[in-house]
């Protein structure tokens, strides 16, 4: 039997006070929205800050050499994208010793018609519309596909590129009463990403949760629709995004705070949570090319390391690139290993439930006796062809 134990990481991160936010926050959103989208071009103007740091914040030209030039230096930035100028400017701060640890933003000044829509949207990207009007907030969203399964729709951004450059916030959710919001040219829409979360095993309804921010482990069971009468609630296992395993233990009344008040464990961004059976230890199975192949009995998920380990590693024939994973649900993915070391390392998000089958096929080797056999009959062919020739 495998058991769980907590091993909760906590980190904190230096807050850096931020001035004008909310030209920042058009910044930022410009950049995710232009990032892997735009690619500068040859007369494209660029508007380059430095959060807390004016004297660096410039609008510069890109020459028909396609390179642009900021503080002395020169860069070739035309075919490049918005992010990777940003990469090259950083550099180049801190390299020159002009500015330490610098937050650099980096914004495209564009002057064709059309109106910009990224975020969670189908497909983000410009859209052409005529200089002489504007559209509406909704058609322009229609216009890249409509939002996409993890839209916050009450976080929808509209940055404006005019003189002020306001940032607007709607709520375009269902239940909201209908707003006709004006687009104008160049204007930025910007839709909010929700958090993904999951839970799976014992719950009546398991799978994908969308979120804001967190959600307490309390809360993430309930919009499950709660557990099943099978359900082991003092061995809740929840898997971090960094691939971290934490076990926690919740009261049959799983709804109602601790006794000693303390906080409900959380969910963020990308962590599952798994609620296994009270009353048996389900098996994962591993076969192929590993020394102890066969069902390995645990109460939780596996990522992949753990699964081989758990089998007494890879053999020596074992293909260490490439494993098969078949699913209870009968579904079968190909999974391409990083290795590492001589035992090699997986993604850890990728994880084994109870009910799944890990596959390890045979690397693939010559076989230089067929090789060489082979060689030989070709050779001595083509020795009778000379000879029946002469």
């Known amino acids: ?57 410039h609008s510069v030209q890109v020459r028909e050499d396609g390179k642009i ?15 990777a100028v940003n990469h090259l400017i950083r550099e180049f701060l801190v390299r020159d010793n002009h500015v330490s640890n610098p937050i650099v933003m980096v914004s495209p000044v564009l002057q064709e018609n059309g109106v910009f829509v990224g975020g ?60 006709d919001i004006r687009v104008s040219v160049n204007d930025l829409v910007f839709v909010m990403p929700l958090s993904l979360v999951e839970v799976q095993g014992q719950v009546q309804t398991p799978g994908k949760l969308f979120i804001r921010g967190e959600i307490g482990i309390s809360q ?8 099943t009468q099978e359900a082991d609630l003092t061995a809740l296992v929840k898997v971090a995004k960094d691939g971290t395993l934490t076990e926690f233990n919740r009261a049959e009344q799983f709804w109602k705070p601790s006794e000693n ?16 059976n009270v009353f048996k230890v389900e098996p994962i199975y591993v076969t192929g090319y590993v020394r102890n192949p066969g069902a390995q009995r645990v109460r939780g998920p596996l990522n992949l390391s753990q699964a081989v380990a758990l089998a007494g590693g890879f053999e020596v024939s074992a293909n260490r690139e490439e494993v ?29 439930y109870p ?7 045979k690397k693939f080797e010559v076989n230089w006796g067929l090789v060489s056999t082979f060689a030989y009959i070709i050779i001595g062919g083509v020795g009778i062809i000379i000879q029946l020739a002469q």
């Open 1 to 57: 039997m495998i058991y769980f134990f907590p091993g909760l990481q906590v980190s904190r991160f230096p807050v850096r006070c931020l001035q004008a936010f909310s030209i920042l926050l058009f910044f930022i959103a410009s950049t995710t929205l232009f990032g892997d989208v735009y690619r500068i071009k040859k007369g494209d103007t660029l508007l380059i800050a430095v959060v807390g740091q004016p004297e660096y914040t």
């Open 355 to 361: 009910g799944d089958i890990l596959e390890i096929k």
């Open 261 to 276: 008040n303390s906080p409900s464990p959380s969910l963020s961004d990308g962590d599952v949570l798994y609620v296994p």
């Open 324 to 352: 098969i994973i078949h699913r209870r649900d009968g579904m079968t993915e190909e999974v391409l290993l990083v290795s590492d070391t001589a035992e090699g390392t997986t993604p850890p998000k990728i994880l084994l």
């Open 69 to 83: 030039n900021y503080f002395g230096g020169d860069f070739d930035v035309a075919g490049q994208t918005v992010m």
């Open 220 to 227: 993430a069971l309930a919009r499950a629709g709660g557990p």
């Open 120 to 179: 969670a949207v189908k497909a983000p990207g410009r859209y052409a519309i005529s200089p002489e009007t504007d559209i509406g907030l909704y058609r322009a969203i229609a216009l890249a596909g409509g939002m996409a399964e993890n839209a916050d729709r009450q976080g929808v951004q509209l940055i404006r590129t005019d003189e002020a450059q306001n940032v607007e916030t709607y709520d375009l959710s269902t239940n909201h009463p209908y707003k």
